[in-house]
C-alpha cells in the first residue's frame, strides 16, 4: 500500500515562496506519475502540477506555470512542489497524488482517484498566501 504524506505548508506574503514535499513510501518502480493538487476555500480541487517517472515530462496550470516547479527525488522516495511568486490567489489546501499510470490531465480530478492500492492521496498541507 502506496502512503503519502505532506510537509512544507505555510504562511507566506505575496511574493514569497514556499516548498512542499510529499514523501512516500511503498512505489516500487518506474510508470508513476506524481501530482499535486490544491484546493481552496468553498471551490473544487484543482490540478497544480504532475510528473511522470517514465519520461521526467513535468505538467502544469497555466495559472502556475513559470512560477511553480515539481521534481522528483528518487533516493529520498520524495516529490516536491517549488512555489515561488506566490500569490493569495494560491491559498489553498495542497495534496500530494500518485497514480500508477501515465499521468492523467490535470483538469479532470476524477481521473486521479485510486483503481489500485498503487495509488494514493496525501492528506494535505496548508499553505496561505498574505497580501
Known amino acids: 500500500q502506496v502512503q503519502l504524506e505532506e510537509s512544507g505548508g505555510g504562511s507566506v506574503q505575496a511574493g514569497g515562496s514556499l516548498s512542499l514535499s510529499c514523501a512516500a513510501s511503498?512505489?516500487?518502480?518506474?510508470?508513476?506519475?506524481m501530482g499535486w493538487f490544491r484546493q481552496a476555500s468553498g471551490k473544487d480541487r484543482e490540478g497544480v502540477a504532475a510528473i511522470y517517472t517514465g519520461s521526467d515530462s513535468a505538467y502544469y496550470v497555466d495559472s502556475v506555470k513559470g512560477r511553480f516547479t515539481i521534481s522528483r527525488d528518487n533516493a529520498k522516495n520524495s516529490f516536491e512542489l517549488r512555489m515561488d511568486s506566490l500569490k493569495p490567489e494560491d491559498t489553498a489546501t495542497y495534496y500530494c497524488?500518485?497514480?500508477?499510470?501515465?499521468?492523467?490531465?490535470?483538469?479532470?480530478?476524477?481521473?486521479?482517484?485510486?483503481?489500485?492500492?498503487?495509488?494514493?492521496w496525501g492528506q494535505g498541507t496548508l499553505v496561505t498566501v498574505s497580501p
Open positions: 511503498g512505489y516500487p518502480y518506474r510508470g508513476y506519475c
Open positions: 497524488v500518485t497514480v500508477s499510470r501515465p499521468c492523467p490531465r490535470l483538469n479532470t480530478p476524477e481521473d486521479w482517484q485510486p483503481l489500485n492500492y498503487l495509488d494514493a
